[in-house]
């Protein structure tokens, strides 16, 4: 591991063993829009080892206001082909593996089984679903990741809490899957703090925000983080036992 490229976070208590699980981490970020680039972005900075990106679809003109991962002169090619490429250039010592798919796919549980943290950076609710589903099935924490317009909502699911369906059981009708009104520093502020959330996630370091929802609305600024509780009924998560994998405790301890 080049231990110089991480030396400024180091510098914040966080420490090498945890650095190392970063290394040894494989996330999938389902989705590399607005959200999912940004996620992606800082945890290929971070160190994460191998990114696992999947969306589908060609990137178009109006997708360049916040997808940052993405250039003009591909316009009409694979979104998560152009994302990866990028991510190699700024990181090559990092995996990345792409699939240009949608949530449905067949491939998808193995993909998220083998994955030690899951961002939901997808702007539709069956999609959203199906990825909550999965991770709870796997056992594999997920990070949820919405915006619209300039209000943002941030979720961590580990099984112990709250799952997307006890908090959104049946989606949100206000947000439209296409054409969804963006700025792109909306986007990116919540895949930021998606980002960290995995980090704390897969190091062991600090508590991630699990049964508690995060909005806020960027015009004002307004943040709260809202207690949510588990749904004893709900229908992806109420008859479950807790089964997400712990941290890895193989390095220094965490906080
Ligand atoms: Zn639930």
Partial sequence: M???????QL??????????????????VAGVGGVGGAAATYLAAAGIGRLVLVHPGPLEKADLNRQTLMRPDRIGESRVLIAADTLRTHHSEI??????????????????????AVIDARHNFPERFQINRMCLDAGVPLVVAAMNATEIQLLTVDGSGPCLRCVFAA???DWDPLGFPVFGAVAGTVGCL???EVIKLISGFAEPSVGRL??????????RSLPVARDPACADCGLRQPTVRAPRQDGASGR
């Fill in 171 to 173: 989606g949100d009708p």
């Fill in 2 to 8: 080049d231990t110089q490229r991480f030396t400024r």
């Fill in 11 to 28: 510098m914040t208590g966080f420490g090498p063993g945890e650095q190392e699980r970063l290394n040894g981490a494989t996330v999938l």
């Fill in 95 to 116: 995996a990345v593996e792409t699939w240009d798919r949608d949530l449905f796919d067949p491939l998808l549980p193995d993909l998220v089984a083998a994955a030690d």
């Fill in 214 to 223: 995060l909005v806020a609305d960027l015009w004002d600024l307004d943040f």
């Fill in 194 to 196: 998606a980002a960290m």
